[in-house]
T-cell receptor
Framework: GESVGLHLPTLSVQEGDNSIINCAYS??????FIWYKQESGKGPQFIID?????DKRQGQRVTVLLNKTVKHLSLQIAATQPGDSAVYFC?????????????FGAGTTVTVRA | ETGVTQTPRHLVMGMTNKKSLKCEQH?????MYWYKQSAKKPLELMFV???????ENNSVPSRFSPECPNSSHLFLHLHTLQPEDSALYLC????????????FGPGTRLTVT
């Protein structure tokens, strides 16, 4: 079964507010996590990644938090803009040298209200 | 632009047709991937190539046949598909085959009639 999942399939956010998208995983051996954004008609776009030896990583307007104790990953988007409307996926790599797989969650659809 | 291109962007084919999807990456990566994306489902990994060698075949039916002639090009040959094969087919590449930081193309929207 799926080892990566998102808490909510949809999220509606007021423009200018901060967004938090959550993801849970079950494999404690996972050592790499990544967030993608997919806009309508496009392929997934890399946003930010984090390795298991870190608990926080920041990018431009985005922050990823990793809580290994509860196997939880979140993506925070600051000052959400209309262009942030998309489906957001988390994915994990299980840390095996023979495992090429990123396991993806089903995605959270973020809608930004003007 | 992610540096990964796919053609065609849209394809409609009958169940008896043979067609091919093409992917090209301009990133100098050594690994390439095919994924299937169906509505309301997570991305499903189909095939992985590392340095032109297939390293993963994720229980994909034989009506899908991949080909990787070099590290920049990846094809997915399709024949006698079923309507349930209709989906978005995504190509991705990464620096190596450990699966980290994959960059995706825009996908081919396939409809099987």
């Amino acid at each position: 079964g799926e080892s990566v999942g998102l808490h909510l399939p949809t999220l509606s956010v007021q423009e200018g507010d901060n967004s938090i998208i959550n993801c849970a995983y079950s494999n404690s051996a996972s050592d790499y996590f990544i967030w993608y954004k997919q806009e309508s008609g496009k392929g997934p776009q890399f946003i930010i990644d984090i390795r298991s030896n870190m608990d926080k990583r920041q990018g431009q307007r985005v922050t990823v938090l990793l809580n290994k104790t509860v196997k939880h990953l979140s993506l925070q988007i600051a000052a959400t803009q209309p262009g942030d409307s998309a489906v957001y996926f988390c994915a994990e790599n299980r840390g095996s040298s023979n495992d090429y797989k990123l396991s993806f969650g089903a995605g959270t659809t973020v809608t930004v209200r003007a | 632009e992610t540096g990964v291109t796919q053609t065609p962007r849209h394809l409609v084919m009958g169940m008896t047709n043979k067609k091919s999807l093409k992917c090209e990456q301009h990133l100098g990566h050594n690994a390439m991937y095919w994924y299937k994306q169906s509505a309301k489902k997570p991305l499903e990994l189909m095939f992985v190539y590392s340095l032109e060698e297939r390293v993963e075949n994720n229980s994909v039916p034989s009506r899908f046949s991949p080909e990787c002639p070099n590290s920049s090009h990846l094809f997915l040959h399709l024949h006698t598909l079923q309507p349930e094969d209709s989906a978005l087919y995504l190509c991705a590449s990464s620096q190596d085959s450990r699966g980290y930081e994959q960059y995706f193309g825009p996908g081919t929207r396939l409809t099987v009639t």
